[in-house]
């Protein structure tokens, strides 16, 4: 049976074709292949008379290097890949139209561009890096408890007038309220010992204006359209809004009020300036009332004021005062605030007050330590 150079390994053909072309072969036989050598004399005997008297001797030695490769390709393949390819450089060179299928050698710049190919590819498959949030410890050996013994709040920054949100724990809340546990000129106070002084009259320069009312969740409060100013020691101040506390926050010579109406201005440099006007229980009062009758449905929302309201109609007729330097009296207790309390309260009915502690019965800071502070009472 004539052998096919399909069943030999590729250097094995390419040998019995050059044997085959040295001879003069019209088709190239070879022997078949097996682990074990098979015997070739059949095949032998049919090539033998082909061949040419001179060139007998070249075939056969042709034949025996391809027998003794193929006897010795088994253990060829059981040794190193390294050692492999030291034979097979050694072999005899072919001719160069043969074709030998064997990979190119990749270049180090052909290494680079695959690498940053792949890498291109696997950064676009990939979502982003997670956020990783770390929680801030506190001091060692910091207790739980605030200075007055009760638990620190929980919801940072939403303050209130109680509760662990309260007045005693406001500068608990937010590092910008610091100055509610710590400020040496804080509101409100109990005005007493006042020095008896003539004081500058406040100019007050109010008109009927327009204005909307808001429930803030802290207080009822006003917002007053632009135009009305007052004039207190040559300094001008713009009436921005004012809002109720109940009770009063003030106290003057330890009595405490039912309310107080707050009416907060403010100059062209940020400082602010509060005449604050305390309520009594009696007659009822008509800006009051047209506040209530305008009232929001809902809290932080703005209802317009159907008609235009006069601020001066807030104002007792005696306007003697007493004033003193202090803060805001709610976060983040800002101090620097000029403080002008009417002596003369106001009053409001006994529905009036009602309708207010209906939504706030008590929204009110406890009176502050006075100090070194000096007080002027005006006569």
């Given amino acids: 049976m004539p052998l096919t150079p399909c069943a030999l390994p590729e250097r094995f053909r390419a040998l019995a074709l050059v044997a085959s072309l040295i001879g003069g072969l019209a088709v190239v036989p070879a022997p078949a292949w097996s682990s074990e050598a098979p015997a070739a004399a059949a095949p032998e005997a049919s090539i033998k008379p082909r061949l040419k008297p001179e060139l007998r001797g070249e075939a056969q030695s042709a034949r025996g290097e391809v027998k003794s490769e193929a006897r010795a390709e088994p253990k060829a393949e059981a040794k190193a890949d390294t050692k ?6 050694a ?17 180090m710049a052909e290494l680079r561009d695959m690498i940053e190919q792949k890498v291109s590819e696997v950064r676009s498959t990939r979502g982003p890096a997670p956020v990783v949030r770390l929680k801030a410890k506190g001091p060692r050996g910091a207790s739980a408890a605030g ?34 546990g710590s400020g040496q000129r804080q509101s409100p106070i109990d005005i007493r010992d006042g020095i008896p002084v003539e004081l500058d009259p406040i100019q007050f320069d109010y ?9 803030n969740g802290h207080t009822v409060q006003v917002n007053v359209e632009p135009g009305n100013r007052i004039v207190v020691n040559g300094r001008r101040f713009d009436l921005v809004q004012f809002h109720f506390h109940r009770p009063s926050e003030e106290k ?19 400082k602010l300036a509060v005449v604050a006007v305390l309520i009594d229980e009696g007659k009822a009062h008509p800006l009051v009332q047209q506040v209530w009758n305008n009232l929001p449905l809902e809290k932080h929302t703005e209802q317009p004021g159907l008609n235009a309201l006069d601020p001066n109609l807030l104002l007792p007729e005696r306007r003697q005062y007493v004033t003193y330097m202090g803060s805001m009296t709610t976060p983040p207790c800002t101090e620097g605030v000029l403080w002008m309390v009417m002596k003369e309260p106001v009053t409001l009915s006994r ?21 070194d502070r000096l007080i002027k009472d005006g006569q």
Avoid at 252 to 270: I, K, P, S, T
């Fill in 84 to 89: 492999a390819d030291t034979k097979a450089e």
């Fill in 351 to 371: 529905q009036q007050i009602g309708i207010f502690s209906r939504l706030y019965p008590m929204n009110a800071r406890p009176v502050q330590p006075t100090g």
């Fill in 91 to 107: 072999k005899p060179e072919v001719k160069p139209e043969l074709k030998v299928d064997a990979k190119e050698p990749v270049s």
């Fill in 207 to 215: 008109k009927l204006s327009a204005f909307r009312v808001i429930d």
């Fill in 252 to 270: 003057l010579n330890g009595r405490q009020f039912e309310m107080v109406a707050h009416l907060e201005h403010r100059d062209l440099e940020g």
């Fill in 147 to 180: 200075s007055s013994g009760a638990a620190t709040p929980t919801r940072k920054g939403n303050w209130s007038h109680h509760g662990d949100t309260g007045p005693a724990h406001w500068a608990q809340l937010k590092p910008e309220f610091a100055l509610c």
